[in-house]
């Protein structure tokens, strides 16, 4: 059998059965689409052509009319009666999408709602401008006696009589509760030829919580006293960075496994950018340092690897350097605090006030090596190799961001879930320098704001 036959005996059928589902239905009005297209298909199918014509003919003659009237975009010639009806249910459902959207993102709504509503909300308007006007017209009220106002009144005593006293009262809780955000602060200031710090304003400063990273501000002094104690140079002393020190949570310098580095870097690395890592690391050499019996082995050129020398009694030395830091706290009568940790985070035995933090501050100041690298906004060294040649090189920036100022000379930020932002500055100037404590700040900028105004109340 020839394939062409074949192909046209299937034809022929196709032809039959849309001819015979169109017989009954030739009366019947077909959907308003185009109505010269859907003539044309009509006339085509039922009088021009006969049943018994392949529709491949049909086909052929309806594309030679297609190209007759090519200019005539208007009309969509349609070839059978089935495509019709296929035309008009895609035109209907698409009115209908239109239709949806139209009622969905643009509703229709009565004119008199709409007048209401424009109504309400002009009212609503002129509410809040009014209130905003009355607002500043209106006399400042008199402050009232609270525990923060009581702390703020100044007494002058007259010359003539002893007896006569005039309280001046500051109304200082009004600028402090909307400006401050910090839950516990305190400021502490000393004129120029004074030796002592007097307490000016205080809010909760004896009242116990977390102090993040301005933990770190014990671990340095406690390294520093022990070296001072020793007379041994913070260059001598050269560590071994262990890998576990690469594994600790919260802020990190970012020190690498096998680089061999002194005290003095690894001071700068815990301070300015508020190495957990360097810090964990300064714990452990110097409490080993503390139980050595030779120390001057390892201030002659050899480094204290803490991978074989420290690892072993891991436990022993954490509470041994804890223990040295405690002992600091009572010699300078921190009465509120207790060292658990050795960089602040996340421990609720880790404890201290802002009254504490100042004694502390008090003390650090005193010492040049402590200010020189809380005064330091940038640091920049090298580890060494096991070959003695240069490793890793290392950047670091203070987070104190007061340190850009006039006046501000450094001293820890701190910030944990727990304990919030904190922040402990040093202010001098040439009449007088100031120290301040701000714990439990709305955010980690906030703090920095905070300690300014509390300054600016000088």
Same mark, same amino acid.
């Given at each position: ?27 019947? $009005? ?8 859907? @003539? ?21 003659e ?11 975009s ?44 424009? @109504? ?16 500043k017209e ?14 703020s ?82 260059e ?99 009465? @509120?605090?207790?060292y ?28 040049k ?24 090189y ?16 450094g ?16 202010? @001098? ?21 905070? $300690? ?7």
């Open positions: 059998m020839n394939p062409k036959e074949g192909q046209s005996v299937s034809l022929q059928k196709f032809h039959r059965k849309s001819a015979q589902s169109t017989s009954d239905d030739s009366q019947i $009005a077909l959907p308003e689409l185009k109505g010269r297209s859907l @003539k044309s298909a009509t006339t085509n199918l039922h009088i021009n052509k006969p049943l018994q014509t392949p529709l491949r003919n049909y086909i052929n309806s594309l030679q009319q297609r190209k007759r009237s090519e200019n005539q208007e009309y969509t010639f349609i070839e059978t009666y089935l495509e019709a009806l296929q035309r008009y249910a895609q035109e209907e459902k698409k009115k209908k999408q239109i239709q949806t959207l139209q009622i969905n993102s643009f509703p229709i709504l009565p004119g008199q709602v709409m007048r209401e509503r424009i @109504k309400k909300y002009a009212e609503i308007q002129q509410r809040e401008v009014t209130k905003y006007f009355v607002r209106q006399q400042p009220k008199k402050p009232i006696s609270t525990a923060l106002s009581m702390i009144q100044k007494s002058i005593v007259h010359q003539e009589s002893k007896t006569d006293v005039m309280s001046i009262q500051i109304p200082i809780s009004s600028k402090i509760k909307h400006k401050v955000s910090s839950k516990k602060w305190a400021i502490f200031k000393r004129n120029k030829g004074e030796t002592k710090f007097q307490k000016i304003y205080a809010f909760q400063d004896q009242q116990k919580s977390e102090v993040a990273s301005i933990t770190k501000v014990m671990t340095c002094y406690t390294t520093l006293k022990f070296l001072e104690e020793k007379k041994i140079d913070m001598a002393i050269r560590i071994k960075i262990p890998g576990h020190a690469e594994c600790i949570d919260g802020t990190s310098a970012f020190l690498n496994a096998g680089g061999i580095m002194n005290i003095r870097q690894l001071l700068f690395a815990m301070m300015l950018p508020s190495g957990n890592d360097a810090a964990l690391v300064l714990s452990y050499a110097i409490a080993f340092l503390k139980t050595c019996d030779n120390i001057q082995r390892y201030c002659n050129g050899h480094y204290i690897d803490c991978e074989l020398e420290i690892e072993k009694n891991k436990f022993q030395l954490r509470t041994q350097f804890l223990q040295m830091m405690n002992n600091h706290a009572v010699n300078l009568k921190m009465d @509120k605090t207790n658990n940790s050795v960089h602040g985070l996340n421990d609720t035995l880790n404890v201290s006030c802002a009254l504490d933090i100042f004694k502390l501050v008090e003390e650090c100041i005193k010492i090596e402590f200010m020189e690298i809380v005064n330091t906004r940038c640091f920049k060294t090298y580890a060494i190799t096991d070959q003695g040649k240069q490793g890793t290392y950047k670091w920036k203070n987070t104190n961001k007061l340190l850009k100022k006039e006046g501000w000379e001293i820890k930020t701190g910030i944990t879930s727990n304990a919030g932002p904190c922040f402990s500055g040093y202010y @001098k100037t040439d009449d007088f320098d100031a120290i301040v404590i701000v714990l439990q700040s709305s955010n980690m900028l906030q703090r920095f704001k905070d $300690a300014e105004i509390l300054i600016k109340l000088l």
